[in-house]
Structures are given as C-alpha cells and as structure tokens.
Nanobody, 115 residues
Framework: QVQLVESGGGLVQAGGSLRLSCAASGSIFRFNYMGWYRQAPGKQRELVTTITSGGSTNYADSVKGRFTISRDNAKNTLNLQMNSLKPEDTAVYYC?????????WGQGTQVTVSS
C-alpha cells in the first residue's frame, strides 16, 4: 500500500516562495518516478514537474527556472521548491508516484498566490 501526504501549501504574495513536501509511506526507491501536478479551479490537472529514480527531471515551461523538484531519499520525501510565485500558480498541488504499473496520488495541498 502506497500513501502520499502533501504539506506546505498556503497563501503567499506574488513574488514569494513556498516549499511543498510529499511524505511517502516506505522507501521512495520503489518508485520509478515521482511528480507534482496541479489543478486550478475550472481547469484540468496539469503536469508541473517529475523526477525519475535516477534523478532526471522534467518541468513544465510555465515553471522552468522558478520551481525545483528534489527527492530526499533518507526521509522518503519528495519536495517542490517554488520561487517567484505568480497568481497563475494558484492551484491544488498533488504529488504522485509510479510504483510498478500503478500511479498513486496524494490528497493535494492548496497553494494560493495573491497579486
């Protein structure tokens, strides 16, 4: 059983920073890749960034240069450092993890960026 729990969301002014964390039950070495997605009101869920077990990363164009994904293998945690936040970054942020052929999701954490 895989459980993912996000934390770190909140309200921040434009230009500010937040750091999201996703705590996994058990070792994250199991996961082929982990990632962050987001869903804004009235919009589809979209990819933010992913990281493979080998450390390769991929970012949506809209967050390149502002967001950084990282894995803390010792703490079984996936992190997302978000800098230079914009109002359009407002969304519920979800982490996910691919284990075998099944994709697991957390419950999400709200990020609100005020202008």
């Amino acid at each position: 059983q895989v459980q993912l729990v996000e934390s770190g969301g909140g309200l921040v002014q434009a230009g500010g920073s937040l750091r999201l964390s996703c705590a996994a039950s058990g070792s994250i070495f199991r996961f082929n890749y982990m990632g962050w997605y987001r869903q804004a009101p009235g919009k589809q869920r979209e990819l933010v960034t992913t990281i493979t077990s080998g450390g390769s990363t991929n970012y949506a164009d809209s967050v390149k240069g502002r967001f950084t994904i990282s894995r803390d293998n010792a703490k079984n945690t996936l992190n997302l450092q978000m800098n230079s936040l914009k109002p359009e970054d407002t969304a519920v942020y979800y982490c996910n993890a691919l284990y075998g052929t099944r994709l697991h999701w957390g419950q999400g954490t709200q990020v609100t960026v005020s202008s």
